[in-house]
C-alpha cells in the first residue's frame, strides 16, 4: 500500500481495513461464540493461500520500483 500512496497514514489505515475481518474472526472464535472445525480451518486456509498469491502478483505488476526511486524525496 505505501507504494501507492503519498501518506503512511492512509497506507496504514488501508491496512487496518484490510486486516479487520481476519482479527474479528480470531476474536469471535477464542471468545467462543463461533467454533470452527478442521474442514473450515482448511477451506480457509486454502482460499487465503489463493487471495495471498493473487495479490503478490498483482502488486508485483502495480509496484513500480523505479518511479518510487525517482519520486523519493
Keep these: ?18 486486516l ?8 469471535v472464535q477464542t471468545a467462543g461464540n463461533f467454533l470452527l472445525d478442521i474442514n473450515a480451518y482448511l477451506i480457509a486456509a486454502a482460499v487465503t493461500t489463493v487471495i495471498a498469491i493473487i495479490g503478490l ?6 509496484f513500480g520500483r523505479e518511479t ?3 519520486r523519493w524525496k
Design 1 to 18: 500500500m505505501s507504494s501507492r500512496v503519498n501518506d503512511p497514514r492512509v497506507a496504514q489505515q488501508i491496512g487496518a481495513v484490510i
Design 68 to 70: 518510487i526511486l525517482t
Design 57 to 62: 502478483r498483482i502488486g508485483v505488476i502495480v
Design 20 to 27: 479487520l475481518p481476519l482479527v474479528a474472526i480470531v476474536v
